[in-house]
Each structure stands twice: as C-alpha cells, then as structure tokens.
C-alpha cells in the first residue's frame, strides 16, 4: 500500500480546518485533521516541505514506524505544530489501513468496547439563567453532562467570586444528579487554581477542565493535595510524553489530549493505555477547531478505550449550518436516543471529503482572541 500522493487541503466551512489527504498508488485515500487554530498556514507549510515528502513510496500499513520517524527524526520533537502535521498524518494512515481491511478503525484498535460515546455539552453561557436553560435543552436531548462555566470568557471569566458563586448556583438549580464540567482553560494561576478548585468543592463537579498552562505541570501535585475536585488536563500537549508522570503519579483524573495535535491516533491511544494502568480515564478534546475528520478519529478511539470517560461533544449542524456537512460527509454523530456519538460501521473512519466544496470555501486569516487585564497588562485567553 504504496502511499503516491500527499496534499493538505486549508478549507472554512465556518471556520479553517488542515485537512490531510493521503492517497496510495492502488487507489485508496485516507483523511486526516492536522487544524492548529490559529497557525494553519505553518502547519501547511510544515507538511508540504518537511513532512509529505518523506512519505513518498513509504508503506500505508506502518503506521507505527512513521510515527516514529516524523517525530523522532526532527530531533527537535513535538511541538503544536509538528505535532499537529504528525496527527493528520497518522489519522489519515489509519483511515487507510481500515479502507484496506474493510473494517472500521475501531475495529483495529481491539474493537467496541462500547455502543456509544457519553458526551459533555457546552452550556456556559452569560448567567446563570441562560445555563439552566441551555442545559434543560440539552437534558431534552438525553445528554447529562454540561460544562457551565459562568460569564463571557473573554470578560469575568477568572473572576473568581463570579465562577464559584454562579457554579454554585447552577447546581443548585440543577439539583445533584447532571455532571458539571468547569473549563479553566489554563489560565489560573496555581494560587487562583487552588481557590477555584476548593471553592467549587460542595459543587462536586465531574471535572475542573485544564486548571493550569503547561508551565506550571510541576504544581498539579500542589493542586491536588488541596483539594477533592477532580482534574482534567491536556489539551494543550502537543507531546504524549510530557503528560506521562503528571499520569503516573496520580496527579489526574482525566486526561484530555487533543488528537490533532498530540500525534494522532497512535499517540492518544500510547498515552491512554498508561491512564488506564492508573486509574485515569479519557476526556478527549472536541472543540470546534477540531475538524469532522478529527472528531471522527476520536470517537473511534472513545469506543475502543477501556478507560473512555466522556467525550466534549461539538455538533457542527447546530454551530455552523449546513456549511460543514457540504465538505465532509459521515463521521461522528450525536445519536438523541443512545444520549451519545456513534460513527458509522464503515471501512476506516467513516468520513469523506467533498474535495470542489472544501475548495470553494477558501481559507480566512484568523486568530485566536487576545485578551488583556483591566490594567492593560497581556493575559491569557
Ligand atoms: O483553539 C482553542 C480551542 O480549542 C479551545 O479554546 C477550546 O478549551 C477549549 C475546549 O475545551 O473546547
Ligand atoms: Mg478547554
């Protein structure tokens, strides 16, 4: 399964997604989600010059050994970007393999472990009035999980009053049976952490979501011996290996890579074979950023997962209209009457590309939103 041609596909049904296209000389075209919001063009241009053209003549079916010489060979490892080019990559080698086997990538991994993939929906919203209203929507559609962070996230945010007072207050009105998810996205400080996490205790929240950057990795310890609230955490790695001891010395409840920029698949699946040796389950990463292609990648991986926990759910009809269905079609999808995602039992993962429709809808330059303290001081997002 000689791979022949190579292409990423920049494409905004909504919004810019890299889209990896990898195609063999017999035929067969495998899928892959390498979107970096934000850095698209350099994960574009990482691909083109550096990464397709080692693939030229590789064999499809090793797909271990081209992880291993993408991210071993730049010497230089990991990184978003690299990282993001290695995910497409990888999705797309899986996808391949499974067209080739006839059988569903899942199958691949050990098979169902599962029917379907219990989700997490975003009900955050700007009080604690309109959360309990999304929420009771989503309660509607047979989903129990809710991540209900308070406030504008570009605003009060962190203002860390508002976050326990409003999340304390959603639980009330909510009563003790959905599980509740509060997104930190890495932007406390491990004081202001500390004081969140202990706040929100009588909350008794499923998870508090990526309380800490990346930088701070060495003061999860201190976190956790502060407090009972569980942690989630990665979103941002773009190195399996970095999270390892965070893994094994217990720091955490829920790991959350993102599999476009963790290394794939085979990268995701490394690290959640480690989770589960210690009691750590999977909480993937499913924002709108990541493409259908991704999304799909990751649901094949929920249901083989011993150790799945909850998968973010991002439902692109309901964001985006039909826009993103012209361009991919299959993949993921949220089943009312199961209360999660499903893929389709297809060849691979499941999903395909309208390669004219992708093309039309021509990449726009966009970054992420840049946020500064009252006093002008740079903060993060
Ligand atoms: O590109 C940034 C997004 O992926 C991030 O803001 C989404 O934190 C996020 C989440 O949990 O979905
Ligand atoms: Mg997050």
Redesign the pocket.
Known sequence: MEIQNADAVLTNPGRNYVIVRLETADGLVGWGDATL??REKAVEAALAEHVFPELDGRDAHRIEDVWQSLYRGTYWRGGPVLQSALSGVDMALWDLKGKAAGLPVYDLLGGRTREYATVYDHCGDDSVDAIVANAEIALDRGIDHFRVNVGDPMGDYLDLDGVVEGVLEVRDRLGPDPELIV?V?SRASPRIARQIAQGLEPAELYFL??PLAPEHDAEYEALRSATTTPIAYG?LSADPFSLQPLVEDGQLDFLRV?LAHVGGITAARKLATVAEGNGVETAF???P??SPIGQAATVHLDLALPNFGVQ?LTDYEERYGDAVGEVFHGGASFDPDLGGLVVPDEPGLGIDVDLDAAESREYERSH?PKRRAEDGSVADW
């Open positions: 919001n934000g997104d996205h979501e990526d979103e993102d990463h499913g924002p950023d990541l973010e992420l």
